[in-house]
């Protein structure tokens, strides 16, 4: 069954391309095919991360007018099963009815089908895909962890939301500098997917263009793509986060 998965925060700044590429490649380790749609018009980083900036031509705004939109998808360079469509180079390119329309043609071709939003609370254009899974991006400082309550408040009620938080420090954390975890949770007034911790190794994912199996980010994402999945999935201990 293909699952749509929207990838939001209210601020920018908060990783949440990071975090939507981190996921993909999660579920294209258990051999997923998996579709990234970059929707930061002017601004988008997908085609970095995944080192195909260089062959991009055609983007999104094509995709969505077009009845074929092979000629907009691009494989990830290390993952064969991930396929890329690159934001529009302009601002107020996306139609969001058509793109809408667009996920529903095509969602049976894929396990899982990201969309990754700009920040900001379009809340017109979250609407448009109110049978997908919000994933809600936050780090755990209250400038963050606000944009975030922002964004749950104004979802639909039957949207089902969950959270992310990113970057997670157990060190700034110990040492008083951001909230406790139950303490965002509660701020945000939304349910804890995952946390994801603060990573070299992720500062460097637009550059290396893929994450190790065996690294702390990695199993941080794969619990993420399992209980998106419906798996029950246990939070480990914070410090092995």
Known sequence: MSITVCTVSGKGGTGKSTVSSGIAIAAASKNQRVLLIDLDAGLGCLDIIFGIDDEVVFRLDDAICAEDISKALYNAKYYENISVIPAPGKADAIDFQKLSALVERIKNLYD?????FPAGTDFEAYNRFDNAVFLIVTGADDVSVKAAAAISSGLK?????????NRFDMDMMTAGFYNNIDGVIDASNTRLIGIVPADGELLLLSRNHKIKQKGRPFRAFDRIIRRISGEDVSLPVFKKI
């Not at 899982?112 to 990754?116: A, G, H, R, T, V």
């Not at 009620?157 to 938080?165: E, F, G, Q, S, T």
């Open 157 to 165: 009620a039957d949207i089902k939301a969950r959270l992310i938080i």
């Open 112 to 116: 899982l089908i990201i969309l990754d």
